[in-house]
């Protein structure tokens, strides 16, 4: 299928402030390595395409109004009064204000609503800058201002889809999604994240007025296990729908080695998650998402965009991706930590082991409710 990378040169500069966990490089990260790999032809449309800004009118078709002048008038200011912090929830630490904040968070809105619009033409769209699945209509929440991927399902919903799948393959929960489609039968949620693990909503039993399905994992998940979910449960699920269009966020905070979660999946294992999905339609956009390791993260990004787009999986980096790579730096990473392959190669080996009582039980339920 045609693939279409969109993002924007606005990740290649520094945003969140330091000491916070997206004080790292990523989507730049990402471009740059896809660009020494020639995976980003020159730029226009069906290889790379800039991302628009979302507009007011378009935010606040989920946003509510007010909130996104608070957020507007923050990034203007540089300053937050206590009352408009405590109403909205930014200039926290958790969702601090920054140079630049709205106009990124607004371009990561524009970004998904052109990667759906692309997709509904038939293929697959990649927006690994979007994936702000914490944001509420009415706050921030999560390192999340605005909620890229309910923009780009309901992008999918005003096109004329009646029935789109949202899986969500983050560490944690995406809350803000299911809380924006719980009860509508149009759009199937479907979640895979950390049992325990901040936002502490999607519990089995949580079915958001129906159509949604969580799938709360154990700590070190591992790749068998998760071969195990796709196959027995999510899969099927997905196919009883019948999506007509999918939208995936893939965070690669679900992988071994990431600081904010206790999962233990390799890059290579989700690259197969997320190919098995977009096959289940001819329209399919893929979002990023969590993500708090910079080696692990730029790595699998770019390497997602190499299997969307059809390309082979070099078993070396080239000297001037090693050279990118060995440069990133992370509070959150002690040096003793570091794997060799964080700076030499794209795809993890695959990080098998048994598949414990606990995910079959899950497996069986979940496909049980459905």
Known sequence: MKAHFISSDIYRAAGYPPGHPLAIQRIGTVLTLCEQLG??????????????????????????PAYVAALRAAEAEGFVPAAI????????????????????????????????????????AYHPSGGTHHAMADHASGFCYFNDPVFAILAFLDLGFERVLYVDLDA?????????????????????????????????????????????????????????????????IARAFAPQAVVVTCGADALAGDPLSTMALSNSCLWDAVMALAGLSGSTVVLG???????????????????LSGRSIPDMLPPDSVALLQGLSCDLIDEEDMLAGWTTTLADPRHDGPVRPAVRELAEAVLADA
Not at 95 to 105: I, K, S
């Open 172 to 236: 944690h929960h995406g809350d803000g999604v299911e809380t924006a489609f719980a009860g509508d039968g149009r759009v199937l949620l479907i979640s895979v994240h950390e049992a325990g693990r901040w936002p502490h909503t999607g519990q089995h039993s949580d079915r958001a007025g129906g159509n949604a399905r969580n799938l709360p994992v154990p700590k070190d998940f591992n790749d068998s296990e998760m071969d195990w979910l796709m196959e027995r449960s999510v899969l099927p």
């Open 85 to 124: 912090r405590e109403k909205y929830r930014i200039g926290t630490m958790e969702n601090p204000v920054f140079a630049g904040l709205f106009r990124r968070a607004s371009t990561a809105v524009g970004g998904s609503m052109l990667a759906a619009r692309l997709a509904a033409r038939g293929g697959i």
């Open 39 to 64: 995976w980003l032809a020159p730029r226009g449309p069906g290889v790379f395409v800039d991302s628009p800004r979302a507009s007011i009118e378009e935010l606040t078709r989920f946003h509510d």
């Open 289 to 307: 998402g969590g993500g708090y390791n910079p080696w692990t993260v730029a790595r699998c990004w770019a390497g997602l965009w190499g299997r």
